[in-house]
């Protein structure tokens, strides 16, 4: 039998006969993979506290048919303040259901196991409005898988929005690109989010930060930017 070492936090879990559950991790290296916990439900079990959705641990598995099971587990950190907020546990079962969508089994996820893990600490401590931090971590993660949005110019005539005075610029979310204030006269107004300059610097902050500093900016207001992060989250869900 082999056992192989991982790291990972539960996104999801479902109760599985008398005593078992069937739990979804989001590891280092293995990708987004299902693990069957025997026994969890048992109240004596080791594996009670591991099993339990956003428990993060150090998990020793073993690959079955169709399923790895767990071998053994430490945990490294349960959010429990999180997971006893009901809004707060809204909002990790809201990430955790897009993150179940658009990863899979043996793909690298580990950039998305570090801003998921980010972003569940942000949340439990509140170091950031919860508005924002829900539209940053949807911002970066279809960054991180790849459908970065062309932030620096105009994509109709090219000019770079560092260098006009324009107040406004519009997200063109059928095309995933940006458009400056004189050419969205050209394009249908149904297609387009009007967003201020500031959130504009703030989208771009998002996307080509470190993940340990995503959240480190600031935003007054965060209006556009969460309409923006909803916006461009769903039309990448869409097209995946
Ligand atoms: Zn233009």
Redesign the pocket.
Known sequence: MNLIKVKGIVIKEISFKENDKIITLLTDNLGKISCIARGAKKTNSMLLACSQFLVYSEFVLFKGKSFYYINSATIIDTFYNLRIDFDKLQIAFELSKLVISVTDENVDTSTCLKLFLNTMFVIQNEIKNLKLVVATFKIKLFSILGFRPMINS??????NFSEIEDKYIYYDFVSNVF??D??SSKFDKNRLIKIKKSTLIAIKYVIYSDIKKVFSFELKDISDFSVFGQVYAETMLNGI
């Open positions: 105009c994509s109709s005539c090219s000019k458009i400056c004189s050419c």
